[in-house]
């Protein structure tokens, strides 16, 4: 059976098994509209039988009391894995949901990337021993939390799946993961990958299936001791109120974001700025959390800055995305593109200017295409500046000095990242020290890697809760347990 082929029904117990429900999803190309394959709806009785296999894994030990060297060298023989088949796993996600087979970003070797950097901290968090009286001995270590929900989003398959089960393995944990209806075929042959590199068979479950069953069903269950969720903000609100309803489970959520990008007039090169706020609004169709779908420009360079950016907009190659050449892939479904088709009309509706784009594109070919769209003149009360389109829309708004940049910059529900682009860092610093969220100062566009791995974030507001990425993500996954002994 070739990778491509792979069945996408329950992995349970190291095993492929049918799933209880009868109902099916269909899973459609969105490059042309054709159905590829059904998976199954998903049921509980799956929820249950495969949180059951995690538990009994976690509790004898298999995974989670193997010695730190053998879950070390089984996650990197994952990572080696994972890149051996990164162009199978590319090509899955290309054609589930459009994710240009061409991006770099998000992509199966940046996963593989992950899977490594989370082998190497298996035994680089530590804990802490106290001062204490001549009579006792306190210390704390850090313990994996046990069953581990992990709910992930459509919109990087292969990536967001290892995001989440490389520091919950790394901890020593067992997952049970649920795969977006949209694109799962990754995650299936991640867990066959898992199982070849000599991950315990129970450490990780994949349970296909409709959020509103599967992923309800992982945050009401009394036997899973953390959900980490990737999503909407809906759907987040959701998991803390199931966490409530249950056994008051452990909740990581990175939820929706409004993520602006503010330039400054004072020396910045506006043609390489222009560049890059393109660039990340082309990114998978602007289909990502922290994508900078709102531009605050200072009012002196506001024309120039738009017509650079709408001209590197121009430039995207839009096409399948299993063409090489695709810069700029359909959106994830017809449901995702009439949404962002919604949203266009609601930015004319409330008196914006459109500058470019605007409509749907390649229409012919079935697929969810929807031309990069510029609106100007956006007020910051408008729902195109507040509301998470995840779609190629950028919503522009002047202002007028760092006060008013920072108002409007923090005038939203949301708080994943912001970019500021100038060349002044005492304005730098007071930008980041004014803006809720994290902030990220570009004299220049970004270059290299930066520190890799190793940033940790953390959401603001009803962009979510808890930290990730990072030794302090995997940190997430581990609960303090306090040791006190007294020996008088």
Excluded at 231 to 251: D, E, I, P, W
């Amino acid at each position: 059976m070739s990778r491509e082929s792979v069945p996408a029904i329950p992995f349970i117990d190291g095993h492929s098994a049918r799933s209880v429900s009868d109902a099916s999803i269909d899973v459609v190309n969105p490059s042309n509209g054709k159905r590829i394959f059904a998976i199954p709806a998903g049921a509980k009785e799956d929820v249950d039988r495969a949180v059951g296999s995690a538990r009994r894994a976690f509790d004898d030990g298999r995974w989670s009391e193997e010695a730190p060297s053998h879950r070390k060298k089984a996650l990197h023989r994952f990572a080696d894995l994972i890149e051996k088949e990164a162009a199978v796993l590319d090509r899955l996600d290309a054609e589930e949901m459009g994710k240009p087979i061409s991006l770099g970003f998000g992509s199966a070797a940046a996963a593989a990337s992950i899977m490594r950097f989370y082998a190497e901290a298996v035994d680089k968090v530590l804990g802490d021993v106290y001062g204490s009286d001549k009579n006792s001995f306190v210390a704390q270590r850090r313990v994996p939390r046990g069953v581990v929900g992990a709910v992930v989003p459509w919109n990087f398959p292969t990536f967001n799946a290892v995001y989440k089960v490389a520091p919950a393995l790394a901890a020593g944990n067992c997952v049970v993961l649920k795969p977006s209806e949209l694109s799962s075929r990754s995650s299936f042959i991640l867990a066959g990958l898992a199982l070849q590199a000599g991950v315990a068979p129970g450490a990780l479950n994949v349970i296909p299936g409709l959020g509103q069953t599967v992923g309800q069903a992982l945050g009401l269950h009394m036997e899973v001791d953390m959900v980490t969720f990737t999503g909407s903000t809906a759907v987040g609100r959701l998991m803390l109120q199931y966490a409530g309803q249950s056994n008051m489970k452990a909740v990581m959520a990175e939820c929706g974001g409004k993520s602006p990008q503010i330039v400054f007039a004072d020396g910045v090169d506006l043609d390489a700025a222009s560049k890059s706020i393109a660039q990340l609004l082309l990114t998978n169709q602007g289909q990502l959390c922290t994508v900078g779908s709102r531009l605050l420009v200072q009012k002196s360079i506001e024309k120039v800055v738009t017509e650079k950016v709408s001209e590197h907009l121009s430039n995207a190659v839009i096409g399948d995305a299993l063409n090489p050449r695709t810069t700029m892939g359909p959106l994830a479904s017809s449901e995702q593109c009439s949404r962002v088709m919604g949203y266009i009309d609601a930015g004319k509706a409330e008196g914006a200017r459109l500058v470019t784009g605007g409509r749907r594109t390649l229409v012919e070919s079935g697929g969810y295409f929807v031309e990069p769209t510029v609106f100007g003149n956006v007020l910051p009360s408008a729902r195109i500046a507040q509301e998470e389109i995840f779609g190629p829309v950028l919503a522009i708004t002047p202002f007028g000095n760092e006060d008013e940049a920072i108002r409007i910059a923090n005038g939203t529900p949301y708080g994943l990242v912001a970019y500021v682009w100038t060349a002044n860092l005492s304005t730098g610093m007071r930008m980041a020290k004014g803006i809720r969220s994290g902030v990220l100062v570009n004299a220049s566009p970004p270059q290299g890697e930066g520190p890799g791995h190793a940033f940790s974030t953390e959401p603001v507001g009803q962009s979510g809760v808890g930290t990730e990425s990072g030794l302090a993500g995997m940190e997430s996954y581990l609960r303090r347990q306090v040791i006190w002994v007294n020996h008088a």
